[in-house]
């Protein structure tokens, strides 16, 4: 997707967000999504990384990110998120896709750009409307085209780098039923993607696009799709910290 469509997309994410939570009982509901969570600690988050990106992408190049920003309860949720997402997708139209700042990807395939933090942060706004959905009672699946996007963004950007696998190699493909392809290879060298896997993988997962996202970031389990092979490394991979 180009520039353009990644925030007129996330502008939608965010007014369904919305319409979740009015629809929703109280601010006080538990996300069932975010054990832990209410809706208003939901906002608080969604907020909060709104100014926090916004501020990011303004500063430029940079090797740390700007201080984060000090919540102060506000006395309208809805219209403070409004204004939050309102200065990140300001920010992002004056740096344009291409410029450079500071991001917590180092090593991935994704680089240091105001359009990779606009193409990520439309898969923040979406999974959480999810979860403001959940706790209204409304789950949707995500757009096929934000969930088609999303599969590779979260691959790309969370997953590839030189992170020494400490495992055995192996070849995880994600397959949505839409028609994409993508698979991960990881060895002690690091890990790699390819979008167009030819031959046969460890393990498979193959579900729709939606389905494949909600997975990546455990809000269903991957028991919800189809798996093939090996499927026991797709839960070696979501308990690997590359970090230790």
Known sequence: ?????????????????????????????????CPGWTLSDLIRHLGLGRREWAAIVAAGPAATPPPEPVWTAPADPAAWLAESHRLLQDALLAAGPDGGCWTWWETSESPPTSGAVARHQLQEVAVHTYDAQMTAGTPQ?????????????????????????????????????????????LTAGGVTLDRSPAGPATATARGTASDLVLALYCRIPMTALTLEGDAHQFDVLIEWDPDE
């Open 141 to 185: 699946p995500l757009p096929d085209a934000v969930a088609l996007d999303g599969v590779d963004e979260f691959l790309a950007t969370c997953c590839t780098g030189a992170h020494g696998w400490p495992h055995g190699p192996v070849t995880l493909d994600y397959r949505a039923v839409e028609g994409r392809a993508w698979r991960l290879s």
């Open 1 to 33: 997707m180009d520039f353009p469509e990644v925030l007129r997309l996330t502008d939608d994410r965010l007014a369904a967000f919305q319409t979740a939570v009015a629809a929703a009982p109280s601010l006080a509901a538990p996300v069932p999504t």
